[in-house]
């Protein structure tokens, strides 16, 4: 009897002793992660700053990478191609939410990965207009984040390049046909063009590969000005369109600050820090 009593007192020791460790265990399971899809090299100073930003947004509510909630990162090394993959390996892992900077391409990799998760965009150009959407208001599914109103605003930076060189009758948009929202972005700018005489010249690129034929071309037409589209692909040669402007002395204005910060002539657009920060 007694040895059955203290086998019962053994027992309910040792069940006292674990139930923290599991209350741990659990716990430690429970701590939320999110999956950050991103589209530069992990190592690129952008991907960096922007990634510093985003767990700036996330202290600012309490939330702590290492400590309450985790990141579980992925990159595309610059190749759009991989998203599909990387965003179907996010979703194995698994993760509570996603959350991508890296444009339409990316949140439409995710949207096929998972139609529960939450995707948060941190960056998109037309969520609407390329259908990521219903509305802003009520977008529905399970999607939701931050517009850059690209298509809007394209008429307005056509206006302000003109104030600011007036003698511009000739004009390149170099641009990411690849891109959905910046092919609507293209359209607006042609019909702000019509109604203010301007010829738009087209200098598409689909690849880091496009770059020097749409130089080469800039070189030959010899417009009298150049806007920018920004999007992850001209964002990543900013220096060397900016070098190519300044050798030049071809007018730019474009809807990113990194290209006036690069030393373009004017920048007219949303803060993608700001709004990678709003995504926390």
């Given at each position: ?35 950050w ?79 529960t ?17 219903a509305s ?9 984040g ?11 930076r ?29 359209h607006?700018?042609?019909v ?53 402007t ?9 809807e ?25």
């Open positions: 009897m007694w040895c059955s009593t203290l086998g019962c007192l053994v027992t309910l020791i040792l069940s006292l002793l674990a139930a923290p460790l599991a209350a741990e265990a659990q716990g430690a399971r429970q701590v939320p992660r999110i999956g899809l991103g589209l530069d090299a992990a190592t690129a100073p952008r991907t960096q700053y922007f990634n510093e930003v985003f767990r700036h947004g996330l202290r600012e509510y309490g939330w702590v990478e290492g400590q309450n909630v985790t990141i579980a990162y992925r990159s595309a090394e610059g190749r759009a191609e991989r998203f599909t993959d990387l965003a179907a390996e996010l979703v194995r892992l698994p993760v509570d939410v996603l959350v991508t900077w890296a444009g339409e391409a990316a949140i439409r990799a995710l949207q096929h990965a998972t139609s998760i939450p995707i948060v965009m941190a960056v998109s150009a037309a969520p609407v207009e390329t259908g990521l959407v802003l208001a009520r977008p529905g599914g399970n999607v939701t931050l517009s850059i109103q690209a298509v809007e605003v394209g008429g307005k056509l206006e302000l390049l003109m104030q600011a060189v007036p003698q511009a009758a000739r004009v390149a948009v170099l641009w990411n046909a690849a891109h959905p929202g910046k092919r609507l972005q293209w607006d700018t042609q702000a063009a019509q109604m203010v005489g301007v010829t738009l010249h087209s200098m598409e690129v689909r690849g880091p590969d496009d770059f020097d034929a749409a130089f080469a071309r800039l070189s030959q037409e010899r417009p009298d000005a150049l806007i920018v589209f920004s999007d992850g692909l001209t964002l990543a040669h900013q220096r060397q369109i900016v070098a190519f300044t050798q030049h002395r071809l007018p730019m204005v474009s990113s600050k990194e290209f006036a910060e690069a030393g373009g002539l004017m920048t007219y657009g949303a803060s993608l820090p700001h709004l990678v920060r709003r995504a926390a």
